[in-house]
Protein backbone atom coordinates (compact mmCIF):
# COMPACT_ATOMS: atom_id res chain seq x y z
CA UNK A 1 0.00 0.00 0.00
CA UNK A 2 1.03 3.28 -0.99
CA UNK A 3 2.12 6.02 1.69
CA UNK A 4 -0.29 8.58 -0.32
CA UNK A 5 -3.22 5.82 -0.21
CA UNK A 6 -2.28 5.24 3.83
CA UNK A 7 -2.47 9.26 4.58
CA UNK A 8 -5.85 8.95 2.49
CA UNK A 9 -7.39 6.23 4.44
CA UNK A 10 -6.39 8.06 7.92
CA UNK A 11 -7.69 11.71 6.74
CA UNK A 12 -11.43 9.60 5.73
CA UNK A 13 -11.37 7.58 9.31
CA UNK A 14 -10.58 10.92 11.19
CA UNK A 15 -13.92 12.58 9.30
CA UNK A 16 -15.99 9.79 10.20
CA UNK A 17 -14.70 9.90 13.69
CA UNK A 18 -15.42 13.71 13.65
CA UNK A 19 -19.05 12.85 12.20
CA UNK A 20 -19.94 10.32 14.60
CA UNK A 21 -19.18 12.69 17.43
CA UNK A 22 -21.08 15.81 16.35
CA UNK A 23 -23.79 13.36 15.49
CA UNK A 24 -23.71 12.02 19.31
CA UNK A 25 -23.08 15.73 20.65
CA UNK A 26 -26.21 17.16 18.43
CA UNK A 27 -28.58 14.31 19.04
CA UNK A 28 -27.74 14.79 22.42
CA UNK A 29 -28.32 18.35 22.60
CA UNK A 30 -31.85 17.98 21.18
CA UNK A 31 -32.84 15.67 23.57
CA UNK A 32 -32.16 17.98 26.13
CA UNK A 33 -33.66 20.93 24.49
CA UNK A 34 -36.76 18.20 24.40
CA UNK A 35 -36.25 17.67 27.83
CA UNK A 36 -36.36 21.36 28.88
CA UNK A 37 -39.10 22.14 26.83
CA UNK A 38 -41.67 19.05 27.93
CA UNK A 39 -40.22 17.98 31.47
CA UNK A 40 -39.92 21.12 32.57
CA UNK A 41 -40.14 21.13 36.42
CA UNK A 42 -41.73 25.10 37.08
CA UNK A 43 -40.20 26.87 40.49
CA UNK A 44 -42.74 27.40 42.86
CA UNK A 45 -42.93 31.05 41.87
CA UNK A 46 -44.99 29.43 39.50
CA UNK A 47 -46.86 26.75 40.77
CA UNK A 48 -47.83 26.45 43.83
CA UNK A 49 -49.91 23.08 45.60
CA UNK A 50 -52.85 25.22 46.60
CA UNK A 51 -52.69 27.05 42.58
CA UNK A 52 -56.30 26.11 40.56
CA UNK A 53 -55.44 24.27 37.93
CA UNK A 54 -57.08 22.30 34.56
CA UNK A 55 -55.89 19.46 32.60
CA UNK A 56 -52.95 16.89 33.14
CA UNK A 57 -50.32 17.52 35.09
CA UNK A 58 -48.07 15.44 33.15
CA UNK A 59 -48.89 17.35 30.03
CA UNK A 60 -45.82 18.62 28.07
CA UNK A 61 -46.96 22.41 28.32
CA UNK A 62 -47.83 23.97 31.61
CA UNK A 63 -49.44 27.29 31.06
CA UNK A 64 -49.30 30.11 34.17
CA UNK A 65 -52.08 33.51 34.27
CA UNK A 66 -51.44 35.78 36.82
CA UNK A 67 -54.38 37.25 36.63
CA UNK A 68 -56.41 39.99 38.14
CA UNK A 69 -60.39 38.92 38.25
CA UNK A 70 -61.33 42.92 38.12
CA UNK A 71 -59.01 43.41 35.22
CA UNK A 72 -60.42 44.59 32.09
CA UNK A 73 -57.66 43.03 29.83
CA UNK A 74 -58.32 39.40 31.55
CA UNK A 75 -61.63 40.17 30.90
CA UNK A 76 -60.73 40.48 27.25
CA UNK A 77 -58.45 37.54 26.99
CA UNK A 78 -60.85 35.01 28.91
CA UNK A 79 -62.49 33.64 25.90
CA UNK A 80 -59.06 33.55 23.90
CA UNK A 81 -57.48 31.01 27.00
CA UNK A 82 -61.03 29.03 27.05
CA UNK A 83 -60.77 28.33 23.48
CA UNK A 84 -56.90 27.21 23.71
CA UNK A 85 -57.70 25.29 26.59
CA UNK A 86 -60.39 23.09 24.55
CA UNK A 87 -58.12 23.13 21.09
CA UNK A 88 -55.25 21.61 23.18
CA UNK A 89 -57.12 19.59 26.16
CA UNK A 90 -55.19 17.12 27.20
CA UNK A 91 -52.27 18.29 26.25
CA UNK A 92 -52.60 21.97 28.49
CA UNK A 93 -52.13 21.58 32.36
CA UNK A 94 -53.13 25.64 33.23
CA UNK A 95 -52.31 27.20 36.19
CA UNK A 96 -54.21 30.14 37.29
CA UNK A 97 -52.17 33.04 40.16
CA UNK A 98 -53.18 36.21 41.63
CA UNK A 99 -52.54 39.67 41.11
CA UNK A 100 -54.65 41.88 43.21
CA UNK A 101 -54.48 45.16 41.82
CA UNK A 102 -57.93 46.74 41.86
CA UNK A 103 -59.95 47.91 44.90
CA UNK A 104 -62.71 44.94 44.04
CA UNK A 105 -59.90 42.03 43.34
CA UNK A 106 -59.65 40.44 46.96
CA UNK A 107 -63.01 40.01 47.22
CA UNK A 108 -63.18 38.82 43.87
CA UNK A 109 -60.61 36.22 44.51
CA UNK A 110 -62.23 35.14 48.23
CA UNK A 111 -65.05 34.87 46.37
CA UNK A 112 -64.08 32.72 43.78
CA UNK A 113 -62.33 30.71 46.21
CA UNK A 114 -64.86 30.36 48.49
CA UNK A 115 -66.82 28.77 45.25
CA UNK A 116 -64.07 26.33 44.98
CA UNK A 117 -64.68 24.88 48.14
CA UNK A 118 -68.27 23.95 46.84
CA UNK A 119 -66.87 22.51 43.22
CA UNK A 120 -67.96 26.11 41.07
CA UNK A 121 -64.20 27.59 40.93
CA UNK A 122 -64.32 27.96 37.09
CA UNK A 123 -67.86 28.66 36.98
CA UNK A 124 -67.78 31.71 39.72
CA UNK A 125 -64.08 33.06 37.73
CA UNK A 126 -66.39 32.97 34.19
CA UNK A 127 -69.40 34.73 35.65
CA UNK A 128 -67.39 37.51 37.61
CA UNK A 129 -65.89 38.01 33.96
CA UNK A 130 -69.10 38.08 32.18
CA UNK A 131 -70.14 40.33 35.05
CA UNK A 132 -67.58 42.84 35.67
CA UNK A 133 -70.03 45.98 34.66
CA UNK A 134 -71.38 45.37 38.06
CA UNK A 135 -69.07 44.59 40.35
CA UNK A 136 -66.02 45.93 39.48
CA UNK A 137 -64.88 49.68 39.81
CA UNK A 138 -66.83 49.86 42.59
CA UNK A 139 -65.41 52.75 44.92
CA UNK A 140 -65.35 49.71 47.79
CA UNK A 141 -66.21 46.27 47.57
CA UNK A 142 -69.72 45.24 47.26
CA UNK A 143 -70.41 42.11 48.87
CA UNK A 144 -74.12 41.76 47.57
CA UNK A 145 -72.80 41.45 44.05
CA UNK A 146 -70.51 38.42 45.22
CA UNK A 147 -73.70 36.74 47.33
CA UNK A 148 -75.84 37.31 44.46
CA UNK A 149 -73.61 35.27 42.08
CA UNK A 150 -73.34 32.60 44.38
CA UNK A 151 -77.05 32.65 45.00
CA UNK A 152 -77.06 31.89 40.65
CA UNK A 153 -74.35 29.29 41.11
CA UNK A 154 -76.62 27.21 43.80
CA UNK A 155 -74.03 27.57 46.23
CA UNK A 156 -74.62 26.94 50.19
CA UNK A 157 -75.35 30.24 51.09
CA UNK A 158 -74.25 30.62 55.10
CA UNK A 159 -70.89 28.83 54.16
CA UNK A 160 -70.31 30.77 51.02
CA UNK A 161 -70.70 33.87 53.64
CA UNK A 162 -68.11 31.93 56.09
CA UNK A 163 -65.40 30.77 53.36
CA UNK A 164 -65.97 34.77 51.85
CA UNK A 165 -64.30 35.91 55.11
CA UNK A 166 -61.57 33.42 55.45
CA UNK A 167 -58.26 35.62 56.16
CA UNK A 168 -56.02 33.18 54.26
CA UNK A 169 -57.48 34.42 51.20
CA UNK A 170 -55.81 37.59 52.00
CA UNK A 171 -52.03 35.64 52.50
CA UNK A 172 -52.93 33.25 49.57
CA UNK A 173 -52.92 37.04 47.13
CA UNK A 174 -49.68 38.19 49.19
CA UNK A 175 -47.87 35.33 48.49
CA UNK A 176 -49.23 34.77 44.56
CA UNK A 177 -48.18 39.16 44.25
CA UNK A 178 -45.27 38.02 45.83
CA UNK A 179 -44.17 34.77 43.44
CA UNK A 180 -45.63 37.63 40.33
CA UNK A 181 -42.94 39.95 41.03
CA UNK A 182 -40.41 37.58 41.50
CA UNK A 183 -40.96 36.53 38.15
CA UNK A 184 -41.58 40.11 36.74
CA UNK A 185 -45.18 40.13 36.54
CA UNK A 186 -46.16 43.97 36.22
CA UNK A 187 -49.26 43.71 34.55
CA UNK A 188 -52.39 41.67 34.12
CA UNK A 189 -52.83 39.22 31.97
CA UNK A 190 -49.16 37.94 32.38
CA UNK A 191 -48.79 34.55 30.62
CA UNK A 192 -45.90 32.07 31.03
CA UNK A 193 -45.65 28.76 28.54
CA UNK A 194 -43.11 26.53 30.03
CA UNK A 195 -41.72 28.78 32.20
CA UNK A 196 -41.42 31.31 29.28
CA UNK A 197 -43.13 35.16 29.13
CA UNK A 198 -45.60 35.04 26.17
CA UNK A 199 -44.53 38.35 24.97
CA UNK A 200 -47.65 39.00 22.55
CA UNK A 201 -51.12 38.42 24.19
CA UNK A 202 -52.51 36.62 21.18
CA UNK A 203 -54.77 33.83 20.05
CA UNK A 204 -52.37 32.95 17.27
CA UNK A 205 -48.79 33.41 19.91
CA UNK A 206 -49.94 31.54 22.20
CA UNK A 207 -51.45 28.86 20.48
CA UNK A 208 -47.67 29.14 18.91
CA UNK A 209 -45.63 28.54 21.43
CA UNK A 210 -47.70 25.67 22.44
CA UNK A 211 -47.70 23.72 19.53
CA UNK A 212 -43.59 24.58 19.19
CA UNK A 213 -43.57 22.36 22.62
CA UNK A 214 -46.05 19.91 21.47
CA UNK A 215 -43.89 19.50 18.32
CA UNK A 216 -40.89 18.75 19.85
Not at 42 to 54: A, G, I, K, M
Not at 184 to 208: H, K, M, R, W
Amino acid sequence: MSKEIKILIGIVAVVAVSFFVARQFYNKKSTDQIIAARGITLRQEFVREDSWTLGPKDAPVTIVEFLDPECESCKAFFPTMKSILKKHEGKVHFVVRYMAFHKSSQMAVAATEAAGLQNKYWEMQELLFNRTEEWSHQPAPRREFFQKYASELGLGMDRFDLDLDDPKWVEKVKRDMADGKFVGVQSTPTIFVNGVLLADLSYEALDEAINKVIML
